[in-house]
T-cell receptor, first 114, second 116 residues
Framework: AQSVTQLGSHVSVSEGALVLLRCNYS??????LFWYVQYPNQGLQLLLKYTSAATLVKGINGFEAEFKKSETSFHLTKPSAHMSDAAEYFC????????????FGPGTSLSVIP | KAGVTQTPRYLIKTRGQQVTLSCSPISGHRSVSWYQQTPGQGLQFLFEYFSETQRNKGNFPGRFSGRQFSNSRSEMNVSTLELGDSALYLC???????????????FGSGTRLTVV
């Protein structure tokens, strides 16, 4: 069975500092991996996805993530935090069969301090 | 291009009642998935529909049901509401099911259900 863990339910960074949000997955088959962002009172928006092409994936709003199979990780980074990055971030995994469902991690709330 | 539309946005119901939530996917999208989001449990998968057929189901009791119409619009129904059903219910659409689903979901803004 697939699962996702996100280390740190809440992360605070200063504006302009590096953002690092951690995600580790468990999957018995090569997975598809996603990062989503959720702003208050809104649905989730896809930031980026890994689909077995390049291991370094670039997404929207300056975010990127690196797939490391040996570490079963897919950490999200952004070189310089902006106030508008404050939101809830979810890592998600799905297996490669058509009947696999998307499993979401518990989420990490990112605060950006001016 | 219109996004995923969920109605209503907010709903207050009494224990024991039933409720129906609606989701209109992006035009051309044929797959609709439903998730329940709560502070304690996070995002929990309810079910997925593709071309009017339920393709996958999560671990929820039979009080939770859904369906999809020929125009891809989907509804979910919760009968005999319990206080624990209070949550944000999110609908997500995608173009296909299966391998092409790696393109990711487009989510609606959700329906906030409060059971009192």
């Amino acid at each position: 069975a697939q699962s996702v863990t996100q280390l740190g339910s809440h992360v605070s960074v200063s504006e302009g500092a590096l953002v690092l949000l951690r995600c580790n997955y468990s999957s018995s088959v090569p997975p598809y991996l996603f990062w989503y962002v959720q702003y208050p009172n809104q649905g989730l928006q896809l930031l980026l996805k890994y689909t077995s092409a390049a291991t370094l994936v670039k997404g929207i709003n300056g975010f990127e993530a690196e797939f490391k199979k040996s570490e079963t990780s897919f950490h999200l980074t952004k070189p310089s935090a902006h106030m508008s990055d404050a939101a809830e971030y979810f890592c998600a995994v799905r297996g490669s069969t058509s009947y696999d469902k998307v499993i979401f991690g518990p989420g990490t709330s990112l605060s950006v301090i001016p | 291009k219109a996004g995923v539309t969920q109605t209503p946005r907010y709903l207050i119901k009494t224990r024991g009642q039933q409720v129906t939530l609606s989701c209109s996917p992006i035009s051309g999208h044929r797959s609709v998935s439903w998730y329940q989001q709560t502070p304690g449990q996070g995002l929990q998968f309810l079910f997925e529909y593709f071309s009017e057929t339920q393709r996958n189901k999560g671990n929820f009791p039979g009080r939770f049901s859904g369906r999809q119409f020929s125009n891809s619009r989907s509804e979910m129904n919760v009968s005999t509401l319990e206080l624990g059903d209070s949550a944000l219910y999110l609908c997500a659409s995608s173009l296909y099911v299966g391998a092409d689903r790696d393109k990711g979901y487009t989510f609606g803004s959700g329906t906030r259900l409060t059971v009192v």
